[in-house]
């Protein structure tokens, strides 16, 4: 399977999160490096694009984003028109430059983001009013059967999303991607990556478990360095 794609994550908070940990503990960090990297704080990141720093003053950028910018967790997602990105956070807006667009998303507070981008998305929207909570889904329409699997994913994963709510505490966002990229199943906050080309059992079963790690892990911020069992445990078991 030839997946064209550009896939980011887990990268700026977990750099500054590294270098935190080497000047605090060796020991620490080697724990760290080998146990995955879902330890940084909650913050806020906004992926936006950005005039020269040294020409726009920070009470400037504020006004210009019409949010407010917290330290330096700033990011740009531009790319050419012909891609489409999901990512982490919700899309405040899509400028156009020249031959790019310009993704601007925003996060609250979580813990890392993750983005992802191909020219062949078919980008899919499933609204679910009870709990206000948009399902975005990010494949490639590479078969009959694919497209088939992923139209019915979606109807399965809004019931999971009302069962989960019901069950383990309430969803504390207002979107999460299920999105077509990885090599296997991996949790981000707000969205997962998954291969696309399974079995119906399997696309869901993956699914389901990477969003419930959106509980066991996202919102709980446990160590999963030292408690694993507090993470896939959990998980494994709810699902």
């Known amino acids: 399977m030839k997946i064209k794609k550009n896939d980011i994550s887990s990268i700026f908070p977990i750099i500054i999160k590294i270098i935190k940990l080497i000047l605090d503990d060796i020991n620490r960090f080697a724990k760290f490096i080998f146990c995955k990297l879902y330890i940084s704080e909650f913050t806020v990141f906004i992926i936006v694009k950005i005039p020269n720093l040294n020409e726009v003053s920070k009470s400037r950028l504020d006004k210009v984003n019409r949010t407010v910018i917290t330290n330096n967790e700033i990011t740009n997602i531009k790319i050419d028109k012909k891609y489409i ?12 430059d020249d031959n790019d667009f310009i993704w601007n998303f925003k996060a609250e507070k979580v813990h890392d983001f993750v983005w992802a981008a191909d020219p062949d998305y078919t980008h899919d929207i499933l609204s679910v ?10 494949y490639q329409a590479n078969s009959d059967e694919m497209v088939k699997n992923w139209k019915k994913l979606q109807k399965h994963t809004a019931d ?33 990556l998954i291969t696309g080309e399974r079995s119906y059992p399997s696309l ?8 419930l790690h959106s509980w066991y892990q996202m919102v709980l911020a446990t160590n999963e360095s030292y408690y694993a069992w507090m993470d896939e445990g959990f998980t494994s078991y709810t699902q």
């Open 204 to 211: 869901l079963s993956v699914t389901l478990h990477e969003a």
């Open 129 to 138: 009013p009870e709990i206000n909570l948009d399902l975005h889904f990010y």
């Open 160 to 192: 999971a999303f009302l069962y989960f709510n019901k069950k383990f505490g309430e969803y504390p966002y207002g979107k999460y991607s299920v999105i077509q990229g990885g090599d296997g199943g991996m949790e981000y906050p707000m969205a997962t």
């Open 85 to 96: 990105v999901g990512a982490t956070g919700e899309l405040n807006s899509k400028l156009t």
